[in-house]
């Protein structure tokens, strides 16, 4: 069965460095997300990307995130300026078809650690 | 306002037996959809079940089945004869059409023990 890839599993980083976390979506799939969860918490949208735009994001993604598709397969999310509260899992996801009934197909997540 | 509620930070039941999760939403979309994941220690998100609010009948797959009461808003997970492998967060999320982004927002999960 097709899945979504997220590369690395885990990236630790130094506080005001820059990261991009890496996603290959599954082949034919058309709606993009980002998530993140903090540790033992909640899972948060952060972004919703169809068709090379963003269509929508959370009070989370501020100037400091960014999302691409560069190249037709792998979707990126970078943060410029990694800050400490940005540790946490980040989850790629993705699914085939706008509507109600479609779920989130998740990557594994990458885990980031901002020291 | 929150969106999703799961109460229960946390539950234990016996393997075999039946446990509910529960989940109240809270929506003016007449079109919306809600979804339930399991995320095992391991990490991943792995979706379990969908029930749409014009579903007539509740949503059941396999062993996981939703008591959708949709004048109360609330849509519990039950997960027949609880076996050891079912120990995970479990996340209640909803899906409302009018939303632009589509997105899913998720609750605050479960966690659900497993006892042999």
């Known amino acids: 069965e097709p899945e979504v890839t997220q590369t690395p599993s885990h990236q630790v980083t130094q506080m005001g460095q820059e990261v991009i976390l890496r996603c290959v979506p599954i082949s034919n799939h058309l709606y993009f997300y980002w998530y993140r969860q903090i540790l033992g918490q909640k899972v948060e949208f952060l972004v919703s990307f169809y068709n090379n735009e963003i269509s929508e994001k959370s009070e989370i993604f501020d100037d400091q995130f960014s999302v691409e598709r560069p190249d037709g397969s792998n979707f990126t999310l970078k943060i410029r300026s990694t800050k400490l509260e940005d540790s946490a899992m980040y989850f790629c996801a993705d699914r085939p078809e706008w509507g109600i009934n479609s779920p989130l197909h998740f990557g594994n997540g990458t885990r980031l650690t901002v020291t | 306002a929150q969106k999703i509620t799961q109460t229960q930070p946390g539950m234990f039941v016996q393997e075999k037996e039946a446990v509910t999760l529960d989940c109240t939403y809270d929506?003016?979309?007449?079109?919306?959809?809600l979804f339930w994941y399991k995320q095992p220690s391991s990490g991943e998100m792995i979706f379990l079940i969908y029930q749409g609010s014009y579903d007539q009948q509740n949503a059941t797959e396999g062993r996981y089945s939703l008591n959708f009461q949709k004048a109360r808003k609330s849509a519990n997970l039950v997960i027949s004869a609880s076996q050891l492998g079912d120990s995970a967060m479990y996340f209640c999320a909803m899906r409302e059409e009018n939303n632009a982004g589509n997105m899913l927002t998720f609750g605050g999960g479960t966690r659900l023990m497993v006892k042999p």
């Open positions: 929506t003016s979309d007449p079109s919306y959809g």
